[in-house]
């Protein structure tokens, strides 16, 4: 047979051979494809998944909230003046109708600011409806906004502590609080180093859906713990990830102590010394502050020393103190509507009972 004749014949030969291999693998992709396909419909089964099930946030009686959702993300596109300053326009709208809230913020500026007189005391809580208003605005920007134009207004300090953790491989302790700015600043810190976010679930659902998917895509993992699951806070911070915690609202004393807060006995977490002591995680305090120029001031503070302590009430003390003196430099900033003294010692009276309707506050 010619030379050239045969090495046709053996062309032909590997190109059929290499067909049936693309033949065999392809099947092969497809029989798995198909497979994964079963895998996925039986656990979607099990779950109680319908492909053809309409999304129940889409019932009508959630339509006002999508409506909200929608003006909320046209706002993005508003400049940051303007956004300051239709913050304040529905702050002092929201002052009007908020009835119980008001009165929560009016009896907690009662008791940590006495030195203030009631017309100091009543415009404080006004301008404090007005960066809460804002907040809502800017968590807007942080969901939808693009990322080079949300970092175009941060301004952050001390970043290089966290860098230095991360290297050691420590976990880290974010310690804060609830801030108006919080979901925003939060945001902004997740652009500039990894964090993990922790998540209390919101009452209304179409909110609820969005902030867990905003929060998750900032997150290092793209994921949120949820604010009770323990393990997974432990689990992170013996990763060595940073972890967002604000350990100042009340959640009674099961797993708290009484600590003073502005002078005033508050029931307060001792989470933060147990998580440290049970994971050897730093503990640096960070707190968010917005300009008046409408930036974000991002403030990491050196890791505590001597933290946690033998005393887990003096560790809780030592904590409020720093949210203390965080809250006095932007006081209008502070999440005021909380009711942060709703757990009282025995014998002292409810500060909410004589100035709260039933429903206001928290």
């Given at each position: 047979?010619?030379?050239?004749?045969?090495?046709?014949?053996?062309?032909?030969?590997?190109?059929?051979?290499?067909?049936?291999?693309?033949?065999?693998?392809?099947?092969?992709?497809?029989?798995?494809?198909?497979?994964?396909?079963?895998?996925?419909?039986?656990?979607?089964?099990?779950r109680g998944y319908n492909a053809h099930a309409v999304d129940p946030l889409?019932?009508?009686?959630?339509?006002?909230?999508?409506?909200?959702?929608?003006?909320?993300?046209?706002?993005?596109?508003?400049?940051?003046?303007?956004?300051?300053?239709?913050?304040?326009?529905?702050?002092?709208?929201?002052?009007?109708?908020?009835?119980?809230?008001?009165?929560?913020?009016?009896?907690?500026?009662?008791?940590?600011?006495?030195?203030?007189?009631?017309?100091?005391?009543?415009?404080?809580?006004?301008?404090?409806?007005?960066?809460?208003?804002?907040?809502?605005?800017?968590?807007?920007?942080?969901?939808w906004g693009r990322p080079q134009r949300l970092l175009a207004l941060a301004?952050?300090?001390?970043?290089?502590?966290?860098?230095?953790?991360?290297?050691?491989?420590?976990?880290?302790?974010?310690?804060?609080?609830?801030?108006?700015?919080?979901?925003?600043?939060?945001?902004?810190?997740?652009?500039?180093?990894?964090?993990?976010?922790?998540?209390?679930?919101?009452?209304?659902?179409?909110?609820?859906?969005?902030?867990?998917?905003?929060?998750?895509?900032?997150?290092?993992?793209?994921?949120?713990?949820?604010?009770?699951?323990?393990?997974?806070?432990?689990?992170?911070?013996?990763?060595?990830?940073?972890?967002?915690?604000?350990?100042?609202?009340?959640?009674?004393?099961?797993?708290?102590?009484?600590?003073?807060?502005?002078?005033?006995?508050?029931?307060?977490?001792?989470?933060?010394?147990?998580?440290?002591?049970?994971?050897?995680?730093?503990?640096?305090?960070?707190?968010?502050?917005?300009?008046?120029?409408?930036?974000?001031?991002?403030?990491?503070?050196?890791?505590?020393?001597?933290?946690?302590?033998?005393?887990?009430?003096?560790?809780?003390?030592?904590?409020?103190?720093?949210?203390?003196?965080?809250?006095?430099?932007?006081?209008?900033?502070?999440?005021?509507?909380?009711?942060?003294?709703?757990?009282?010692?025995?014998?002292?009276?409810?500060?909410?009972?004589?100035?709260?309707?039933?429903?206001?506050?928290?």
């Amino acid at each position: 047979m010619p030379v050239a004749v045969e090495h046709e014949v053996a062309h032909h030969q590997h190109a059929g051979a290499r067909e049936v291999r693309d033949a065999e693998l392809h099947g092969t992709a497809q029989r798995r494809a198909r497979a994964n396909i079963r895998k996925a419909r039986r656990r979607r089964q099990r779950r109680g998944y319908n492909a053809h099930a309409v999304d129940p946030l889409l019932h009508p009686r959630h339509w006002p909230a999508w409506a909200a959702v929608g003006l909320l993300r046209a706002s993005v596109a508003l400049s940051q003046p303007a956004r300051l300053s239709l913050g304040r326009t529905l702050g002092r709208a929201a002052w009007r109708v908020a009835g119980g809230r008001r009165r929560v913020a009016e009896a907690n500026l009662r008791l940590c600011l006495p030195e203030l007189d009631a017309g100091a005391r009543h415009a404080l809580a006004r301008r404090h409806f007005e960066s809460a208003a804002t907040g809502v605005l800017e968590a807007a920007l942080a969901w939808w906004g693009r990322p080079q134009r949300l970092l175009a207004l941060a301004e952050p300090e001390g970043l290089a502590h966290l860098e230095r953790l991360r290297r050691q491989g420590r976990g880290v302790i974010l310690l804060t609080a609830h801030f108006t700015t919080l979901e925003i600043a939060a945001h902004l810190l997740s652009l500039l180093h990894p964090i993990r976010a922790l998540y209390r679930p919101l009452r209304d659902p179409v909110f609820d859906r969005l902030m867990r998917a905003a929060r998750a895509r900032r997150t290092e993992r793209g994921e949120v713990i949820e604010r009770g699951d323990v393990r997974a806070i432990l689990r992170a911070l013996r990763d060595g990830a940073a972890v967002w915690y604000a350990p100042d609202q009340d959640h009674g004393l099961r797993q708290g102590v009484f600590a003073p807060f502005f002078g005033v006995p508050a029931a307060t977490v001792t989470a933060t010394s147990r998580l440290a002591r049970a994971t050897g995680a730093a503990v640096v305090p960070y707190h968010p502050e917005r300009t008046p120029e409408g930036r974000y001031r991002l403030v990491i503070e050196p890791p505590l020393e001597g933290f946690p302590g033998p005393d887990p009430a003096a560790d809780a003390a030592r904590v409020n103190a720093l949210i203390e003196g965080w809250v006095r430099r932007v006081p209008e900033q502070y999440l005021w509507t909380h009711r942060r003294f709703k757990t009282r010692p025995e014998g002292m009276p409810d500060p909410y009972a004589l100035h709260v309707e039933a429903g206001g506050g928290r």
